[in-house]
């Protein structure tokens, strides 16, 4: 599937809805999950941070702890909104410590690599 910016259409079929902007994420940095051709790492999935996935992000390499103001980036804390990749949610998912997901706000891209039930079973914005 070839996106445009301008595809901004969640795993629900609508509207694309913000993520977060405390911290300010995106791999756009618009606060949004929208992906596009230069996103490689498919930053689609807004998920809500946990303590257990921050953990398992950093023993795979990927320190979302500790900020790095270089980039602009603050690191995160539990109860933050990011927009993670797409198959490192998944990764966490299969290893049982996937964090909490905000459907609205992920980006239909994120089909791609994760199951929707299981996007579903992880959602804090479903009633």
Not at 35 to 62: I, K, M, R, Y
Not at 66 to 90: E, I, M, N, S
Request: net charge negative.
């Amino acid at each position: 599937m070839v996106l445009e910016m301008d595809d901004s259409i969640n795993v629900l079929g609508e509207q694309l809805e913000s993520c977060s902007s405390d911290p300010q994420t995106g791999f756009y940095r618009d606060g949004c999950c929208n992906v596009g051709p230069d996103d490689h790492g498919v930053h689609a999935v807004c998920v809500v941070v946990t303590d257990e996935f921050l953990a398992f992000s950093q023993a795979q390499g990927n320190d979302l702890s500790t900020p790095v103001p270089a980039y602009g980036f603050p690191g995160l804390k539990a109860g933050d909104g990011w927009c993670l990749c797409a198959p490192r949610w998944q990764e966490a998912f299969e290893a049982g410590c996937a964090p909490r997901v905000r459907l609205r706000a992920t980006h239909r891209a994120a089909l791609e690599f994760c199951d929707m039930a299981a996007l579903k079973r992880h959602a804090v914005d479903l009633s």
